[in-house]
């Protein structure tokens, strides 16, 4: 009895174990991949991270490099002249960047643009005032008399350039140079006088003469004087105005002092020449009110240059020397200066510096400083940041600026080729692509592993109740075999005790041997129709019977079947009541079949009638169907069991019942085949104790 269900449970469990270890398995499996997409997207940002610092510390270097370049530039090689402040400052516009201020210093860490001499520069060496004159002392000894002594100017002039084609030290060459441009002004060639100057000029700008003043000066001033002589206004202008940019722009080297005071004089000759002169062209005039406007410009840049020097200069220098970058350049913050502890990332200026390298040597002969403009710097950090940040869905802040809370802690990084480093930090997002990806896996898959969990449930409960239901037929199928065998050896019983007792000559009279075959005969009869119902059930159910249906009278079939019963239900007291119309009623039926179904109803009737010994039977005629009754007042079905009557096999398990009635369960099984064999229907209406009545209702339209 119990093996279906122990194989159930076997089969149970052999499928929600391996089901739920995958599901198990599913489960862990997706874990693992949520673990793996977290850590390729969090190496993803790790990448963008590293590549955002690494792109931004590229920005700086390369702003480093620019001005590497830069000194690398024909006016830093010559170092021992001024630089040209002007040159530098044309250039200034490194990567794009308008340079603020650019500061250059030599090896003292002195500064060199712009100017800042305060007298105390080098100026040149030869101070003495003496010219040596070597082994050339006789010669320009004899010249010098020529044109002093002699006034021979002619032949002074022959003489000197003799002199000056030899290779002599650049001292003598302009010394000679100037003695013959003074020589050709005495005999009044001004041409050659000209000539002369603007070789010194050309070839010895930055020479120093003995008194310190570099030949270009003096060499212009004196060119200067030479056209005014000889009425040449414009020229002599515009060597006044080459002569003021140079001072301007420090071309030279001279102290401040000198330097104003030299500006001040060209100034007044030009000012003085400029107010009664209308003949000067407009482009002088021009060049004129474009340096006088240079001027405040390049004092305010000398200004700052002072107060650079005097506040940031050394703060720089001892951080440049402290991370080692005085060779390689750096960056620097803005806030060196400043007196806050934390760096104000958003300062308006940051400072680059960069080695000025000796071309040949490769040693450093100085520094360069440019001052960028913060804002435009800021500009550059924060697309680098943005571009890399934006389309993966990244927030960035750097490190002075305080976090919203709801973002998700991330990746720290640091530009470190800025001092102090500038550190940023980037923001996990909280709802990505990834993320929704994430749920919406995690939804199919609970979904699935639900789902499929699910239909294993329910198919085994379906399972369960078919074997429950399997099992239940099983059993009835056991009972009816028991109950057919009950029913078959009751009559057996008795036909063989009536035959024994007719063998063996044991009756009273002639009178019981006859009762004796009617009983005989009764039991027989009762053998045949059983056997015939289980036949004609079997052929029922295995849909071969066919009913031969012709127009029969229905009352016809159930007087008949009242008369066959009656004889029966007389014997055991019960009053059996027809209730039929008067006019018979005619149907296509079967009339062999029908008169089963009543037989059998009216078997039931009196089976389950228990105390009451009254049926009726009655019939309802309408215009569309005909409703037989067959009514008893027994015990009545109970409502839980109404469902079943009518099932093969089955019937209402109450032992009591069962034993004291015979049946095998199929009577209304059959009835219900037959009479929806006939189109119509079986219904019935029962109180528990108070008895039923079953109807059979018969379409007459098909009959007609
Ligand atoms: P059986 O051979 O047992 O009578 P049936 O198929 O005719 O088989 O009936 C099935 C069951 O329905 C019976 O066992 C009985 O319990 C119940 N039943 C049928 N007719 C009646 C009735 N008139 N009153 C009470 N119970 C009935």
Sequence with gaps: MASPFRVFVIFAIGIILPAGLLGYLGFKSFQYENIVLKNQSEQRYTAIADSIQKNANDFFLGLVDALHLLSESEAFQKWNSPLMINQVLRTSDIKGFP?????????????????????????????????????????????????FVDKNNAEAIKGYEALKSKPLPDKLQTALLKNIASCYRKINDTRSAETAYIELIKRFDHYPDPVGYPDGILGRQLLAELYDATAQKEKALSVRLDLIEGILFSRWNVSSVQAEKIRKQVEDAIAGKMADAQAFGKEERERWSSLQSQKSRLESLRLSGKEFLKSEWPIAVKRLQSHGWLDKGGVLLSEINSKKKSVDIRGNELMVVSPVLDSSSHHRKGLMVAILDGPSVWKVLDSILMNQTQPAGLTFAWAQISVTSSW???????????????????????????????????????????????????GLIVMLQAMKREKENADLKAEFVANVSHELRTPLTAISYIGERLNLGRFKSQEEVKEFYSMLGEETNHLRELIEDILDFSKMMGGKKVYRKEPTSLTEIIEEAHARFDVKARAQGFSVSLKLPSEPVTL???????????????????KYSGDSREIVVGMNVSSKEVVLSVQDFGIGIPSQEKEKIFEKFYRVGQGMVRDTQGGVGLGLAMVKHIVEGHGGRVTFISADGKGSTFFLTFPREEQR
């Design 99 to 147: 340079v603020k201020r650019l500061f250059v210093f030599d090896e003292q860490e002195r500064m060199v643009v712009p100017y800042q001499s305060d007298g105390s520069a080098t100026v040149g060496a030869a101070t003495d005032g003496e010219l040596d004159w070597g082994s050339f002392a006789g010669d320009i000894h004899r010249i010098e008399r020529l044109e």
């Design 588 to 606: 296509m039926l079967d009339g062999k079949a029908i008169r089963q179904v009543v037989l059998n109803l009216l078997d039931n009737a009196l």
């Design 408 to 458: 998700k802690p991330g990746l720290k990084r640091s530009l470190d080729v800025i001092s102090p480093a500038l550190t940023f930090t980037l923001f996990f997002p909280t709802a990505d692509a990834q993320g929704d990806f994430l749920r919406h896996r995690m939804w199919t898959y609970g979904g699935m592993i639900g789902l499929s969990l699910l239909v294993i449930v329910i």
